[in-house]
């Protein structure tokens, strides 16, 4: 079956710009994941959502991020203002449920550079 | 907090001999722990998993991995290396945040490299 995908592949954005990444997780699952993957601070969790559940935003580097999820399924991310330090490979993932024993599935992640 | 260790940044091993990645973990209450497997412009691949039973878990491609909770380490294993398993491997432990979320916490990551 299809797995989560993620677009755009790649963004190259100016600083001070906005950004949306979006991400289409499989389909019955009901947790879905944000995370980042840049070179000095290696994969780290930026958000979570549980069906329609309010989001845990305890990973977000800052107010400039936000995320929404739509019917609980299709989630975007938000950038404002971007940064430098933002350029990074931001991965979504999904599982079943948010239950600890349920494994993660990743899509191939957005690559974002910011100039 | 939780954290997960990958004391190597690369590894080396000659084809058809066995391999090791290590992980360590610090966790408080049980321990669920994860290997996924990133391939070079590739989305990370889910491996294995332990979340209890069995200390010996196995996975995809012929892997498994060892639990061991006396010395907190959940190390990578295959028997014989193939050089299509070179990639950069990460060790992940289930992270149980505020309000019951569940992130991944991931350690650096180890460049495994299988020479012919």
């Known amino acids: 079956g299809a797995g989560v995908s993620q677009s755009p592949s790649n963004k190259v954005t100016e600083k001070g710009k906005d950004v949306e990444l979006r991400c289409d997780p499989i389909s019955g699952h009901t947790a879905l994941y944000w995370y980042r993957q840049s070179l000095g601070q290696g994969l780290e969790f930026l958000i979570y959502f549980q069906g329609n559940s309010a989001p845990d935003k305890s990973g977000l580097p800052s107010d400039r991020f936000s995320a929404e999820r739509t019917g609980g399924s299709v989630s975007t991310l938000t950038i404002q203002r971007t940064q430098q330090e933002d350029s990074a490979v931001y991965l979504c993932?999904?599982?079943?449920?948010?239950?600890?024993?349920?494994?993660?599935?990743f899509g191939p992640g957005t690559r974002l550079t910011v100039t | 907090a939780q954290s997960v260790a990958q004391p190597e940044d690369q590894v080396n091993v000659a084809e058809g001999n066995p391999l090791t990645v290590k992980c360590t973990y610090s966790v408080s209450g049980n321990p669920y722990l994860f290997w996924y497997v990133q391939y070079p412009n590739r989305g990370l691949q889910f491996l294995l998993k332990y979340i209890t039973g069995d200390n010996l878990v196995k996975g995809s491609y012929g892997f498994e991995a060892e639990f061991n909770k006396s010395q907190t380490s959940f190390h990578l294993k295959k028997p014989s290396a193939l050089v299509s398993d070179s990639a950069l491997y990460f060790c992940a432990v289930r992270d149980r945040r505020g309000g019951g979320a569940d992130g991944l916490t991931f350690g650096k990551g180890t460049h495994l490299i299988i020479q012919p």
């Open positions: 993932a999904s599982s079943r449920t948010s239950e600890s024993s349920y494994e993660q599935y």
